[in-house]
């Protein structure tokens, strides 16, 4: 089992930044991939960013140039830093960690809002 705590949302001007966190306990060493949703009022799941164990990251043309996905093997901790963050970037964000052996874990979300 592996549980993953979402930390970082918050309200935010256009233009500022956060950092969200992804903390997560459990057997984290058989972790693959890690990543970030979101998803805004009466809007489809997006998919964010993902990094694999090789540190090969993707992001969605949304977020290039603005967000970075990396993690803290030593902390079992992930994290997505949004830069330049803009109305449309408003949602919940949910972290997750997906493992060969045992699937898919989700954290619980985190509200970011970004004000214009």
């Known amino acids: 089992q592996v549980q993953l705590v979402e930390s970082g949302g918050g309200l935010v001007q256009a233009g500022g930044s956060l950092r969200l966190s992804c903390a997560a306990s459990?057997?984290?060493?058989?972790?693959?991939?890690i990543g970030w949703y979101r998803q805004a009022p009466g809007k489809q799941r997006e998919l964010v960013a993902t990094?694999?164990?090789?540190?090969?990251?993707s992001y969605a043309d949304s977020a290039k140039g603005r967000f970075t996905i990396s993690r803290d093997n030593a902390k079992n901790t992930a994290y997505l830093q949004m830069n330049s963050l803009q109305a449309e970037d408003t949602a919940v964000y949910y972290c997750?960690?997906?493992?060969?052996?045992?699937?898919?874990?989700w954290g619980q979300g985190t509200q970011v809002t970004v004000s214009s």
């Open positions: 990094m694999r164990s090789d540190s090969y990251t």
């Open positions: 459990g057997r984290t060493s058989s972790i693959n991939t």
């Open positions: 997750y960690f997906y493992s060969l052996l045992m699937g898919t874990y």
